[in-house]
């Protein structure tokens, strides 16, 4: 069995979640701080901008695993997969730029719609695999 589209969203996040990771630790080393925010604006920003990925990148790539293994692979998961990388690095570097912007907006709401989407995709398939 081949997952190739689940592993190259897999490798693509990681990818992310690093680059997530060590912005948070340039921060902290710049601005003196070892734990916690230390009252940073912007190493705040950094770390949820980490931790909403962390959030929502394992479910999706579960849901995406075991939709290909029904499934396979198929130019509707490549898009929602597609999608769903686009949405994680708006929302991340929405969530890193401050208030409440178009790119964290729109990273949000592509994020909910590729996991309902993908969620509901997998569901159906499921049931009538059985």
Not at 52 to 77: D, K, R
Not at 93 to 101: D, E, P, T, Y
Request: glycine content about 10%.
């Amino acid at each position: 069995m081949s997952i190739a589209v689940t592993a190259a969203t897999t490798a693509v996040c990681a990818l992310l979640l690093a680059g997530l990771a060590a912005r948070i630790s340039l921060l902290r080393i710049r601005l003196k701080v070892m734990l916690g925010d230390g009252g940073q604006p912007q190493l705040l920003r950094a770390i949820r901008a980490h931790g909403n990925t962390i959030e929502h990148v394992p479910i999706y790539l579960l849901t995406s695993l075991c939709y290909e293994a029904y499934a396979g692979a198929n130019p509707l998961l490549v898009a929602l997969d597609a999608l769903f990388v686009v949405a994680r690095l708006l929302l991340a570097w929405g969530l890193s730029r401050g208030s409440i912007n178009l790119p964290r907006r729109l990273g949000a709401t592509l994020t909910l719609g590729c996991e309902l989407g993908l969620g509901g995709l997998l569901l159906w398939t499921v049931a009538r695999a059985l």
